[in-house]
Structures are given as structure tokens and as C-alpha cells.
């Protein structure tokens, strides 16, 4: 009911009295009572006037799943909300998860991951109290062939998430990593779990800096937060979520239609950081240099190489910007 | 050490005396006499004669991991072999331990499974004393587009090892169907967990019918087990389980020299059951008959359909032999 009741004091203009809410959810005073004094608790700043009710006057950065489900406005993503203080990494959880039957569209969020992953078996520093971790299950009816293009869906609902919570130029790194000025501020992670070509789930898993003050040596020339880039400022780290899945939830939309991203690339070479640019692909057989034209329906990189149109579709090459950082 | 004391009972001509068990082993004459004493409590018949030592006499139908172990003689799969006298799934248990680090080659094997799964999410019947249900974890270096092929790979592994084992004429079904007389006695079920196009690992889940006497009416006239098969032989579902997986290294080895199937065309039409023979392609846009070529290179059927060679790819896509029950 907390959920709820937080719903109910962001919806409300000024004052909600406790009679409504009792009546709105059918429970007595004392369980009104006790459920605000239990937000207030977490951090939740609650003015109680007597006669007039309650009125919410600040709401922290809270990860909670109260939270999470007070704000949601989703219509499928999250319907599921599972949120742990301190997990292994949200796409094992997730993936635990999918084997036990969670629905498509259940969300796995974490404020910190003790075996947090990135690409390859690589590790993905997640401490607690700076970033979003997060985990979308989806239990498509596609073939596993376009399952990969996906990541794409996700990177540009990242993207367009950021700049409505935050206001800054978050644009995309091809294939699939968010970077402002330059600098990466988020890595996704899309797994899938298949039988032959038919998808029996898929997880994407994104983390993003968001509170994060600096970084260790080894990232801190290629890596960001929100709260570097905007020059101090805290983001709502459960806005940030709900705005990436609402964004993510029309995107995907339209990549399911056509299973791949004929009615998405524009959007998509809109946001690309590169576009237009030379780029060096370091293809492990030859590198070369070309000017990166954008993505075709199927979410491989055009790159002009002198005249000559290439395509870039494996993850296994690195594309560089040869300018700037990325 | 009780796997170690089998493997010296079985590969002696005669008798084994205690003092050469407690020096081979380095351990005392109280601790072989506990081992032996032991082994037979789990069904093993082993004589002890004195002043000669152990035999074993009889070797009943055990799967335990010591049994496993005692007759391995493959190169690397099963290195690790995980035992269960009942799971929920040998898939599901092999994809939790990938999760866990679990290496290359790891095997589980199941005397019973409660969760058995079939293909597309359908259960599998999985039932005690009477199957052989494993799964064999690989963590190759593949490209996520080859690793369907594997599931046929480990079809010509299952067929050559039931011949080896029972003298049985098992033949494959296109991509991964065992029969035998034209009903099925074994199913695959591979598995996929992939970043993109990088492979996290796969699975190989492998169901064999041993000593069912009969079968659920829905599946009678189509699933047949060896038992039923020979005319009623009771076979030693440890040494099929053997015989499978040293097949399988072979198989296994000229696949991924090429990571397609061009060295192993040849043997896996050979034990094709609808090789020449007319077949119907239960295509969902246009179902349509034809004559079943052979394989290509990628594991697609080869279907001539009045002159035009016609290539069957998807899973989704069923063959029927157009006599006989397959």
C-alpha cells in the first residue's frame, strides 16, 4: 500500500487527508498512519497539517520498490518489479528468474552488484548509492536471428531517457554505449537464452552512472556520470528508470512490427555520436578508416571507406572515433 | 576413491588383492574393505576370496557419479560430472552452473528429472530408473551463428553411440531426432546463452529412452526405447552415456575446425533415416514434398522439390517421412 499511498501524494495537488486515503484503499487511520510514518522513514519528506492531511515536500534519490511502482507509468515493463539492495548482477537474477517462469516485462533494478558484468566476461564496477542497474526480461515471439538488434532498441531508449530526466546531449556509441562529450556514462549488456533459433528469453541489462564523482584511474579519461557532466546535480535515479522504459516500451514497439529497425534507424542515426565522422574499425584481419553513414535495418554500422560501402556487423569489432574519445 | 577402486576391479584379468588396492591407493586394508563393502551395498556384486583378493561379477544398471566416473574414457567431457538421483531439469541445472563458472566439458547426469523440458517450452516425461538424462556444458569459442549446428553434432554422437552399445540400427531425424525402426528414442534439446554474437555457453540436452516397457497413449505409436527395441535387454546406461560423449569428442573436434558441418556431412547423411526417401515440409506459409538430399555445410536439409533443390533451415519447420511413422 505504500506504493500507493506515494502515488497518491504526487498525483494530489496540495493536501491529501487521511480520510481519502483510508477510503481510496480501504484500510483504517492507523494503517495510513503507520505506512506514512514508514515513507517518512525511508527518506521521504511528508508535512502532516492537521485538518488539511498530508502533502509530499521532497522526494530524495529513493530506490525502493515502492518507489519504482509509485512512479511507474509503463504499460508492460514492470508490471513485475523485483529490486534488490545488493545482488550478484541484475541479468543473472534476471535470468534466474526467467528459468522460474517471470513474466515477460519483469524488471530486475539493484542499487549495487557484487558480480556486476560487462561485455565478454569482462566486470562492471557497481558500487552502491551512484548508479541505475537494471535488468528487462523479454520473452519475445521472434526469431533469434534479430534478437540482437534489441541492444539497439535499448541504447536509444537509454539515450532519449537520459536527455528528458537530465537535459544533457546523451548520444549513442554504435552499437550499443551512451556517451556524453564524449565520455561513456552507460554500458548495456543483452544476453539471450535460445533453442536453436527459437528465444526462450532475452535480458537487457543497463547500467548507468548517475551519481558517480569520479572514476578509477584506468576509465577516468573514457568514463562519466550525469552528475559530472551537468556539473554537480543529483538525478532522481528511479525517474531516470521509469523515462528509459517508457521510452523503451514505444521503440520496441516499432521493432517488433518489423522485427528489425527499418522504422528506427533514423531515430537511431539521429542520436549516433559518429555520424558523418571518420571512424577507425579495428577489424582483427585489417583495421581501416572510413566515414560512418549510419545504420542499415538490421542495426550494422555503413562505414564509406573511400568510395566503398562496407558494413560493420559484429561486436567483435571495435569501432573508434578518430577525433575525441570515442 | 570408490570410482577409482571400480575402474582396477573392472580392468583386472582376475582377482585384485586388498594389499595391491592399499598400495595403489595409498590408503589402509580398512578403508578398501569399507570402499568394497560399500560398492556392493550400491548393487555391485564383488567377490572376495581369500588369500586372492576382489572380483566384480556383475555390474547391474547403476548410474551414480563414482559409476560415471569408474568407465570414463573421454578426453575432457565429463571432467566434472555432476550427479543427480532426481533434478528438475539437466538443462536447467547445467545452465545454473555455467552461471556458477562451471568449466568446458562439465556433465550432469540425472536419474530423474521433475521438470524435464522438450522443445518450445513443452515438458519432457522424465520418470526414474528407466532413461539416461544429461547435459553436457561447452564454453567454446564460436560464433553465436554456428552454434546451432552442435545440436546435429551431438545427434551423430547419440546414434553412433546407441549402435555401439546395443547393436541397434538408430538413425537420425532431421536435425535431431534418434529413431530407431521409425520411432523416437531420444530427443536434444540445445541451448544457447549468447551476448550478441559472443557465446556466454551452450547446452546440450540429451533425453534417451533405455528401459521403458511402454509409453503414455498420446506418444505410443511414435516413441520407442531400447529396451522395447531389442526385445527386451536391460542396457548399462552408464556405457551408453560413455559411448555418446566418445563419439561426441570426435564429432565435436571436426566441427569446430570449420565451425560448420563440411567434414561431417558425409557420416551424418550415412545415418540419415529419410536419406532418398520422399518427405513432406511442413513450411507454415505452404507445406510441400520432396525428396530429402542430405544436409549442406550449415545443417540445412536439402529437399528436392520436382527438380528444384529447396533448403530447409528453420526449427520451425517439421519433416515428415511420408511412410512410416517419421
Known sequence: MKAEILTALREAEGYVSGQQLCQRFGVSRTAVWKAINQLKKEGYAIEAVQNRG?????????????????????????EKIYYYEATDSTNIRANRLAEEGAPHG???????????????????????????????????????????????????????????????????????????????????????????????????????????????????????????ESGGEHFHRAQLIEAVWEAFEGYYERYLATQDLRDLRNAYDAGLVNLGERVRVLDPKEPYEGVAQGITDRGELIVDKDGTRTLVSSGEVSVRGIYGYV
Chains 1, 2 share one sequence.
Open 54 to 78: 498530508y502533502r509530499i515536500t521532497d522526494t530524495p534519490d529513493i530506490l525502493s520498490e515502492d518507489e519504482l511502482r509509485s512512479i511507474r507509468r509503463t504499460a508492460w515493463v514492470g
Open 106 to 228: 519483469t524488471l530486475v533494478v539493484a542499487d549495487a552488484q557484487d558480480a556486476g558484468r560487462g561485455r565478454r566476461g569482462r566486470g562492471w564496477d557497481s558500487s552502491s548509492g551512484t548508479s541505475v542497474y537494471m535488468t528487462l526480461l523479454l520473452k519475445p515471439d521472434i526469431d533469434a536471428a534479430n534478437a540482437s538488434m534489441l541492444t539497439l532498441v535499448a541504447a536509444m531508449a537509454v539515450a532519449e531517457g537520459i536527455r528528458r530526466v537530465s537535459g544533457l546531449n546523451a548520444q549513442i556509441k554504435w552499437p550499443n554505449d551512451i556517451v556524453i562529450n564524449g565520455k561513456k556514462v552507460c554500458g548495456i549488456l543483452t544476453e539471450m537464452s535460445a533453442q536453436m533459433d527459437y528465444v526462450n528469453h532475452i535480458v537487457i541489462g543497463i547500467g548507468i552512472n548517475v551519481h558517480n564523482e569520479s572514476f578509477p584511474e584506468d576509465i577516468a579519461r573514457t568514463a562519466t556520470s550525469l552528475l559530472m
